[in-house]
């Protein structure tokens, strides 16, 4: 008897340690974000500044998947991530309309332009227009390098070639399937065409010396989301330290951030704030 209610006692305090194990990994697990966005953010050096200060203030430990802006948006949808910081409002509207995820608030926004080769020999420069300019680098065969990644800036892309009624295909269009740093890389190399985002290029501008040729057209537009990801989409997402680091990069103070990321450096700013704007109110 008295052997018995020893096991019972030692079993009760292995049980009692193993669910205190299981409770200290699950809130441990409770302490991790992972974030899924794109190449952008990431080359442009902005995460970098606002991601440690996050973790200071929430006590949360990020972890940044960073790849092109449907793979972000496909990640957030299996449950892979907890919050996406993305670029393709078109693809985003899609994901939010299958309830994968929720709550969309804009966060900033820059521009894409069109860089090349200083000789120009699509005779681009003098354009307004980035359908224009596409239509000429067609017509010229000139060698233009794609993304060919289903990001934010691919998608962007081949909706310039559509309104342009183009279908780019033949040598001169190559697609690199990789980031953007890597893209403008690619297009430096080869002395070719390429569409990026004003921040990416900015913050590269050491090793890439192609011009901008084309900008200020309303359709370069380039607006960053911040997205919170249905906890149905899995067992393992951390739906509400998402939802806290979608918090924080709507707050006033990573906002502030945002608008002088980049003003010392290259004497601009990389990225415009807009939390609690509307697409409308930004020509979008």
Do not use: C
């Amino acid at each position: 008897m008295r052997t018995a209610k020893i096991a019972i006692g030692v079993l009760i305090t292995f049980l009692g340690l193993l669910f205190a194990t299981d409770g200290h990994a699950a809130d441990a697990a409770s302490r991790n974000v992972i974030l899924s966005t794109t190449t952008s953010t990431q080359d442009s050096g902005l995460l970098d500044v606002l991601v440690p200060l996050f973790e200071k203030q929430s006590g949360y430990s990020v972890k940044t998947i960073s790849v092109g802006t449907g793979q972000s948006l496909e990640l957030a949808a299996k449950g892979d991530a907890d919050v996406a910081l993305v670029h393709a409002p078109s693809l985003e509207r899609k994901y939010l309309a299958d309830g994968k995820l929720h709550n969309r608030r804009l966060v900033m926004y820059n521009d894409f332009v069109i860089i090349g080769p200083k000789d120009d020999p699509a005779i681009i420069a003098k354009l307004n227009s980035a359908g224009a300019a596409l239509k000429a680098i067609e017509r010229a065969s000139a060698p233009f390098i794609s993304r060919g990644d289903n990001s934010g800036t691919h998608n962007l892309e081949k909706s310039l070639w559509k309104a342009a009624g183009i279908q780019p295909q033949g040598s001169w269009y190559i697609e690199s399937g990789q980031s953007m740093g890597a893209t403008l890389g690619i297009a430096q190399e080869r002395n070719a065409y390429t569409v990026t985002d004003r921040g990416t290029y900015l913050a590269l501008q050491r090793r890439v010396t192609l011009p901008i040729l084309v900008e200020g057209d309303r359709t370069l537009l380039n607006i960053y989301s911040v997205l919170e990801v249905n906890p149905a989409n899995g067992p393992r997402v951390n739906a509400v330290g998402g939802k806290a680091f979608a918090d924080f990069m709507v707050s006033d103070q990573a906002q502030k951030l945002i608008k002088s990321f980049g003003v010392e450096k290259f004497g601009q700013p990389l990225f415009v704030p807009v939390a609690g704007k509307r697409e409308e109110e930004l020509g979008a």
